[in-house]
Nanobody, 115 residues
Framework: QVQLVESGGGLVQAGGSLRLSCAAS????????MGWGRQAPGKQRELAAT???????NYADSVKGRFTISRYNAKNTVYLQMNSLEPLDTAVYYC?????????WGQGTQVTVSS
């Protein structure tokens, strides 16, 4: 059974930082492309950042330069370091694992940025 468990969300003031973690189980973590998606109220889910098994990263323009995605294969964990947070970053953040046509999502963690 695949499980993606997010942690680290919360309430932060604009300009602050948060670090999200996602612990994965039930998959061969090292071969999966991992990512963080987010969904704000009334909006579609978007992929904010992705990291391949080979640690190549991609970012949405809206987070480039502020967010950093990383992975630690020995712990089956992917991280999202979020700096210079803005109220528009307020959303539920979901961990994503994708490989060979298989696509999994976690339950999500709420991030709220106050102005």
């Amino acid at each position: 059974q695949v499980q993606l468990v997010e942690s680290g969300g919360g309430l932060v003031q604009a300009g602050g930082s948060l670090r999200l973690s996602c612990a994965a189980s039930g998959i061969t973590f090292s071969i999966y492309n991992m990512g963080w998606g987010r969904q704000a109220p009334g909006k579609q889910r978007e992929l904010a950042a992705t990291i391949s098994g080979g640690a190549n990263t991609n970012y949405a323009d809206s987070v480039k330069g502020r967010f950093t995605i990383s992975r630690y294969n020995a712990k089956n964990t992917v991280y999202l370091q979020m700096n210079s947070l803005e109220p528009l970053d307020t959303a539920v953040y979901y961990c994503n694992a994708m490989s060979r046509g298989r696509n999994y999502w976690g339950q999500g963690t709420q991030v709220t940025v106050s102005s």
